[in-house]
């Protein structure tokens, strides 16, 4: 049962430090996305990759915000510096046509 | 831009009521719908689709139909199960290249025995 994998599934930190959220997307897939889950902004898209390759992230802010795929089998969203407003549910998600989504990272900034 | 607006929630039901929640959605061109569910703790689950005007998507006994004349995906179930409280959302995808879907604020849904 292929699945989309997301380290750490929980993270506490405080404001200023580097926080690394990876995903392990569905292989053979060639697209993955991020997302971003608040109560107050509901599901935001922050960027997505289609053979490793940015397609957009727009939605994601530059100056702390950065998305990679250093390979076919690892994307990596950082936040440099964390701030409290970055407290939210990251979600990866992998595919194409269907999106199927890891079980997120929870993001606490104090 | 394209959007999708849901009814708010919560919604509470009684184990085996009926249940409606409704979607419309505003999108240039001919987007593909989704309803996706999220139970406690998890990521979102696709839960059923339609890709042109006038299909309908099943799914676990959940219904819905792409009108393209009111612009609506309402999501339906005959009878709903404690089971299935959780979290719906209704997305679109404007490019039909399956990228860049557009959720809906999400629909809570309660059921109780």
């Known amino acids: 049962d292929a699945r989309v994998t997301q380290t750490p599934r929980h993270k506490v930190t405080e404001m200023g430090q580097e926080v690394t959220m990876r995903c392990q997307p569905i292989l053979g897939h060639n697209t993955v996305f991020w997302y971003r889950q608040t109560m107050m902004q509901g599901l935001e898209l922050l960027a997505y990759f289609r053979n490793r390759a940015p397609l957009d992230d727009s939605g994601m802010p530059k100056d702390r915000f950065s998305a990679e795929m250093p390979d076919a089998t690892l994307a990596t969203l950082k936040i440099q510096p964390s701030e409290p407003r970055d407290s939210a549910v990251y979600f990866c998600a992998s595919g194409g046509y269907e999106q199927y989504f890891g079980p997120g990272t929870r993001l606490t900034v104090t | 831009g394209d959007s999708v607006t849901q009814m708010e929630g919560p919604v509470t039901l009684s184990e085996e009521a009926f249940l409606t929640i409704n979607c419309t959605y505003t999108a240039t061109g001919y987007p593909s719908l989704f309803w996706y569910v999220q139970y406690p703790g998890e990521g979102l689950q696709l839960l059923l689709k339609a890709t042109k005007a006038d299909d309908k998507g099943s799914n676990k006994g959940f219904e819905a139909t792409y009108r393209k004349e009111t612009t609506s995906f309402h999501l339906e179930k005959g009878s709903v199960q404690v089971s299935d409280s959780a979290v719906y959302f209704c997305?679109?995808?404007?490019?039909?290249?399956?990228?860049?879907?557009?959720f809906g604020k999400g629909t809570t849904l309660s059921v109780s025995s």
């Open positions: 997305a679109l995808d404007s490019n039909q290249a399956g990228t860049a879907l557009i």
